[in-house]
């Protein structure tokens, strides 16, 4: 009874700060620091235009920026952008301890496309009251390689594949992070993480188009952060649903705060949502 009640105690932060979250203006909504444009009609159109995402000047970013919350040095990263609060997505640190809640404290995760361990590193401090804690993260292989060098340790592990990581951790939670929408065919690409039956899929931070279909887009990214751009996706609600109610129960959408709704192209209307999911 005493261990229910610690998780249980463990669940409540989030959610009472979730409300103060949405009655307040977070800092969190920042100044959008991208430009998205362009309505195309195949990835390989739009990836001809871009820089693509396998430049090594991403991944010497955000080893730059996570090395210095990995020492203490700073904060909090999100995006390779280093900042003086961690700024957290409270529907998904609440999805995290229930499920850790529902397997008696015990959180396993496969972070698909987690980087160096920007979600892992943002949400340890409450992570620390599961009983125990093991974050996989599946990356492009020139991550996993900086990763299991320099940030790998009893907790944190660096994977080729969804695969690789399941011969080694029984895993209950899915998190994809502001990845979906970076995918070339992120349908078949959902399809396929729906058939490995986890207990939780958490999507967060993943856009969405008002009204019309999916949106394939540039995204070029500001000089200031590195200089990069690439193919992204917004999705149309309803057929994002239609693959993922299938096989999955909808616990909640929910606003992370961070980036504010916006147009793009002057007409299509975009926001970001987290999606929380059950077996």
């Known amino acids: 009874m005493a261990t229910i009640k610690k998780y249980i105690k463990a669940l409540l932060p989030p959610l009472v700060f979730s409300i103060v979250h949405r009655l307040t203006k977070s800092k969190a909504i920042e100044k959008k620091a991208e430009i998205w444009s362009g309505n195309f009609e195949s990835w390989e159109q739009a990836q001809a235009l871009c820089s693509g995402y396998d430049s090594n000047v991403i991944l010497e970013t955000c080893k730059a920026s996570l090395l210095k919350v990995k020492n203490g040095e700073a904060v909090y990263e ?148 590195y200089k990069a751009s690439y193919p992204a996706w917004f999705f149309n609600k309803l057929k994002l649903e239609k693959i993922l109610l299938k096989n999955y129960k909808l616990i909640s959408y929910f606003d992370n705060g961070f980036t504010p709704p916006t147009t793009v192209n002057g007409i299509n209307r975009v926001y970001w949502n987290g999606i929380i999911l059950r077996k």
């Open 78 to 225: 999100r995006d390779s952008v280093l900042f003086d609060e961690i700024q957290y997505s409270f529907g998904l640190l609440a999805a995290l301890e229930r499920a850790a809640l529902e397997n008696d404290g015990i959180l396993n995760v496969v972070d698909f496309g987690g980087s160096l361990g920007s979600t892992y590193f943002q949400n340890l401090d409450f992570l620390k009251s599961c009983k125990s804690v093991s974050w996989n993260i599946v990356e492009q292989p020139h991550f996993v390689a900086c990763g299991k060098q320099f940030f790998e340790d009893e907790n944190l592990k660096f994977y080729h594949s969804i695969e690789d990581c399941l011969k080694n951790c029984k895993v209950n939670v899915l998190v994809l992070s502001s990845v979906l929408q970076y995918l070339d065919k992120p349908h078949d690409w959902l399809k396929k993480f729906v058939d490995y039956d986890f207990s939780f899929i958490l999507l967060d931070r993943t856009s969405f188009v008002e009204g019309v279909d999916d949106l394939l887009t540039i995204q070029d990214v500001p000089d200031e952060i």
